[in-house]
């Protein structure tokens, strides 16, 4: 009950916060799984396997976040795993072993954990090298005779500290830990897990972008968005990957080329977002009559009906909404939005607490 419900709340709350959209199976991988991402955004990289599956998920998380007062409570209510990592605490390592004997356990009973194997969030544009930690839990649980599967998930954001910016969620083809199993004592434990463990960072850049610099981004976005209005077809997260690599490409063999073009694609992307279009081809609507009357009359009713409504919100939410920008100001980018989502969270629950009760005295 107690996981439903945070991962009811959880869910709404980051929908709120971001455009999500979600590119995966129409059923979620069932028997012992264990969902490994990059981790560009902390703790929202998480949080957002709350949307890509219904499944009851344990998670393993540094073990420093289990003593923060709020977040703690929840990784606890949540039976997630404690990793302990070098940089924390090198007395610690030791109890690992628990760690991942518990993950083994989990997965031989045919649970779902959640693991990031670059070890920290990050604010890289691409993915850095995996720890062998899943591959290691994997294979434990695989000798035990679980059919245990290893799902990559892609989080792409397009401004990951941006409230209603846009995010991706894709899940990738699944990994058969069966097949990575030594057959021959020829094949060392070790070599094994470096096997697995190059295979999930394949599985993790087929559903990534994996650009050299943040600014290649936008690059990609709009030229993807020129490319499926010209061929009157839809965006392609696959195509987008191909974009990304083509950039890669283009900025070795011609630098100077690709920096006008850079600088075009920019241009042409700010200029798209200041008249408000989403998709180039709002650019090439023709406007007549027929079109124009209706558009006006709604936007007529709109101001009339709507600004009361919207000078009614500013009055009444206009003082809290700020709180979550100012309190990540100093923050890490790769932690902003955590931050951000945390405030906008604990401000919403004590804001309506405090309506309420001046309501309820008022009434």
């Known amino acids: 009950m107690f996981y439903a419900c945070v991962r009811a709340v959880v ?39 709350f949307i890509l599956t219904r499944r009851q998920v344990t998670f393993m998380a540094k073990a420093p976040l289990f003593k923060l007062p709020v977040i703690g409570w929840l990784l606890k209510g949540l039976n997630a795993l404690p990793v302990y990592r070098k940089q924390d605490d090198p007395a610690q390592m030791g109890r690992n072993e628990g760690t991942l004997d518990a993950a083994k356990g989990a997965l031989v009973q045919g649970r779902a954990i959640t693991i990031f194997p670059e070890g920290k969030s990050h604010s890289e544009p691409e993915l850095a090298e995996l720890k062998t930690g899943a591959a290691r839990i994997a294979l434990n649980a695989a000798r035990e005779g679980a059919p245990v599967r290893i799902v990559p998930v892609g989080l792409t954001y397009a401004a990951k500290n941006l409230f209603r910016s846009e995010v991706l969620i894709e899940q990738g083809a699944p990994i058969d830990v069966q097949a990575f199993l030594p057959k021959d004592t020829a094949t060392s434990e070790q070599d094994a897990v470096r096997a697995l463990t190059e295979r999930v960072a394949e599985g993790l850049r ?39 690599r083509g950039v890669r490409l283009f900025r070795t063999q011609e630098p100077e080329r690709y920096e006008r073009l850079r600088q075009h694609l920019s241009s042409f992307g700010h200029r798209m977002s200041l008249v408000q279009a989403t998709r180039p081809e709002e650019l090439s609507v023709e406007y007549r009559p027929g079109n124009v009357v209706p558009f006006a009359v709604k936007t007529l009713l709109r101001l009339v009906f709507g600004l009361p409504l919207f000078a009614l919100g500013l009055a009444m939410f206009g003082l809290p909404y700020p709180l979550p920008r100012m309190a990540a100001k100093r923050a890490e980018l790769d932690i902003q939005a955590t931050v951000k989502f945390l405030t906008a969270v604990v401000v919403s629950v004590v804001w309506w607490w405090g309506l309420t009760a001046v309501a309820a005295v008022w009434g």
């Not at 980051?14 to 959209?21: D, E, G, M, T």
């Not at 976005?221 to 987008?240: I, M, S």
């Open 11 to 49: 869910a709404l709350a980051l929908r709120l916060f971001y455009r999500v959209k979600v590119n995966a199976p129409g059923e979620a991988p069932s028997g012992p799984v264990l969902f490994v991402g990059n981790h560009p955004n902390g703790l929202i990289d998480p949080a957002l396997v």
């Open 206 to 244: 087929a559903v990534t972008l994996n650009l050299e610099q943040w600014a290649d981004l936008p690059v990609v976005q709009v030229a993807e968005q020129l490319y499926a209005f010209r061929q009157k077809g839809a965006l392609d997260a696959e195509r987008l990957r191909l974009w990304a």
